[in-house]
């Protein structure tokens, strides 16, 4: 998702310029001066200056102008849809849904944020005691483009909402969308410097970090790029919150209802045309109900057609690039060529654009890349469980942990296996895995650390203090 590189350019290196091309047919759309480093830092240190005034300003108008936020998003909703599609391919329908989940979750923490952030009282038996939750100053967000208004904005505001301010440092391939993203803020009526777009190469994110103006890093992205974000925020001594990749495990238990089963995964396979960190991508059958759910699921996939990303009854529509269409075709033929099954896709289009078709592979072990890598795009791996305990060591055995599910026709017996048995930070029973204001969101082992959204999203960047005061 996001670049993975964080060697450092030359200082004196030209501005870079950001050029976007259409998914679907491959040619030029607009391009973009980015910033240089130096301007980039000193955009961060006018972001940190606007601090001070942004954390006095009572939470109640911060909520204001969120809420402002919402409605600018909503009134502009057909524009950032149709950026979303012409700079990473998203359909347009499911671009109108991310802007509207961004107005709600701005909605969600301008409502909720002054209860989450109230001090919390404390019996010391004695002197009076409580806790505090303080901003701390300015977050650096490094953000990925397959959701790139969400991800951004399930940062922004609970962080804004906290008093910090913020710098957004997005993905090369959707700068136009970056820009829209400060315009929306600029438009709500937040005072100017509250929240910047950076437009600038991976290169230059460790001297954004390193410098004193960055106060902490969230980013969103592959496992090499929180390495190498980790790396840099820790040697700073900084704090981070990663949310990276993952390899979502769907458990099909024999009582399940295969039909059904069949839907839900086709549809958690294909979120965002399988480009997503918490799609579905091994589902783990046991033995008993294999060949039927097999079956059922190549049917159900076969239905997600490509089509024009305009077209509002288009279900598949391109990959982000070429360059990514490649990689997944890649790993379905090395998966091929060790023994998987290709029960329907796998072959890659004649015709301009970044198109892949839904593909289905049975068969699939360990070893395979669609087994061991993430595969991000419309592939879906079906593993063999011999019983309910083996599909639960085949889920666990992931260097993943972000999310996974469980279908059964028994809730309470799914209810189990989520809350108890999956190491993972998100298990849904009988539905996709799906992220929401209201849940906190992240994942565990290589899927990072931290959380985002809710109560405990929006305590990650704050000075959780104790406060004991003597008479």
């Known amino acids: 998702m996001a670049e993975t590189s964080l060697s450092s350019r030359p200082a004196s290196a030209a501005k870079p310029r950001f050029e976007t091309a259409d998914p679907a047919t491959g040619t030029p759309g607009r391009s973009y001066?980015?910033?240089?480093?130096?301007?980039?830092?000193?955009?961060?240190?006018?972001?940190?200056?606007?601090?001070?005034?942004?954390?006095?300003?009572?939470?109640?108008?911060?909520?204001?102008?969120?809420?402002?936020?919402?409605?600018?998003?909503?009134?502009?909703?057909?524009?950032?849809?149709?950026?979303?599609?012409?700079?990473?391919?998203?359909?347009?329908?499911?671009?109108?849904?991310?802007?509207?989940?961004?107005?709600?979750?701005?909605?969600?923490?301008?409502?909720h944020a002054e209860a989450f952030l109230r001090p919390r009282p404390v019996d010391l038996d004695g002197p009076k005691a409580f806790v505090t939750f303080n901003p701390i100053g300015t977050v650096l967000a490094v953000m990925p483009w397959n959701f790139p208004?969400?991800?951004?904005?399930?940062?922004?505001?609970?962080?804004?909402?906290?008093?910090?301010?913020?710098?957004?440092?997005?993905?090369?391939?959707?700068?136009?969308?970056?820009?829209?993203?400060?315009?929306?803020?600029?438009?709500?009526?937040?005072?100017?410097?509250?929240?910047?777009?950076?437009?600038?190469p991976s290169a230059d994110v460790k001297s954004l970090i390193d410098d004193a103006s960055i106060a902490a890093v969230t980013l969103t992205g592959s496992v090499?790029?929180?390495?190498?974000?980790?790396?840099?925020?820790?040697?700073?001594?900084?704090?981070?919150?990663?949310?990276?990749?993952?390899?979502?495990?769907?458990?099909?238990?024999?009582?399940?209802?295969?039909?059904?089963?069949?839907?839900?995964?086709?549809?958690?396979?294909?979120?965002?045309?399988?480009?997503?960190?918490?799609?579905?991508?091994?589902?783990?059958?046991?033995?008993?109900?294999?060949?039927?759910?097999?079956?059922?699921?190549?049917?159900?996939?076969?239905?997600?057609?490509?089509?024009?990303?305009?077209?509002?009854?288009?279900?598949?529509?391109?990959?982000?690039?070429?360059?990514?269409?490649?990689?997944?075709?890649?790993q379905v033929r090395r998966s091929v060529e060790r023994g998987a099954r290709l029960l329907t896709g796998g072959t890659v289009p004649d015709r301009p654009g970044a198109w892949y078709p839904p593909t289905v592979l049975a068969g699939v072990r360990p070893g395979m890349a669609v087994y061991d890598e993430e595969v991000f795009g419309p592939v879906a791996a079906v593993v063999e469980a011999e019983d309910e305990a083996d599909a639960i060591r085949i889920a666990n055995g992931a260097r993943f942990g972000l999310g996974s599910g469980v279908l059964t026709r028994d809730p309470a017996r799914g209810e189990r296996i989520a809350a108890e048995m999956l190491e993972a930070g998100?298990?849904?029973?009988?539905?996709?895995?799906?992220?929401?204001?209201?849940?906190?969101?992240?994942?565990?082992?290589?899927?990072?650390?931290?959380?985002?959204?809710?109560?405990?999203?929006?305590?990650?960047?704050?000075?959780?203090k104790s406060v004991v005061v003597h008479p």
């Open 33 to 111: 001066e980015g910033h240089s480093r130096d301007e980039a830092l000193a955009v961060a240190r006018s972001v940190r200056a606007a601090f001070a005034a942004w954390r006095a300003m009572p939470i109640g108008e911060r909520a204001r102008l969120m809420r402002e936020a919402a409605r600018v998003l909503r009134r502009r909703q057909a524009e950032f849809a149709e950026l979303m599609t012409a700079e990473m391919g998203k359909l347009l329908a499911d671009g109108r849904g991310e802007v509207e989940k961004c107005a709600f979750n701005c909605d969600y923490f301008a409502e």
């Open 149 to 200: 208004f969400w991800q951004v904005f399930r940062f922004a505001a609970p962080t804004l909402m906290a008093g910090n301010t913020a710098v957004l440092k997005h993905a090369s391939n959707v700068p136009g969308c970056a820009l829209a993203i400060e315009s929306v803020f600029r438009e709500a009526g937040f005072p100017d410097d509250v929240f910047r777009t950076l437009l600038v």
């Open 224 to 330: 090499e790029a929180g390495r190498q974000v980790a790396a840099a925020a820790g040697a700073a001594l900084k704090k981070s919150v990663l949310e990276l990749g993952g390899s979502d495990a769907y458990l099909i238990l024999e009582d399940a209802d295969i039909a059904q089963a069949a839907r839900v995964c086709a549809a958690a396979r294909m979120v965002n045309g399988g480009q997503s960190c918490i799609a579905g991508k091994r589902f783990v059958a046991v033995r008993p109900v294999r060949e039927a759910f097999e079956r059922a699921l190549a049917a159900e996939m076969a239905t997600y057609v490509m089509g024009d990303p305009r077209d509002p009854v288009t279900k598949l529509g391109p990959m982000e690039s070429v360059k990514a269409r490649d990689r997944i075709h890649d």
């Open 426 to 464: 998100l298990s849904f029973v009988n539905g996709n895995v799906r992220s929401d204001p209201r849940l906190p969101f992240g994942g565990i082992k290589e899927s990072g650390y931290g959380r985002e959204c809710s109560e405990f999203g929006i305590r990650e960047f704050v000075n959780i």
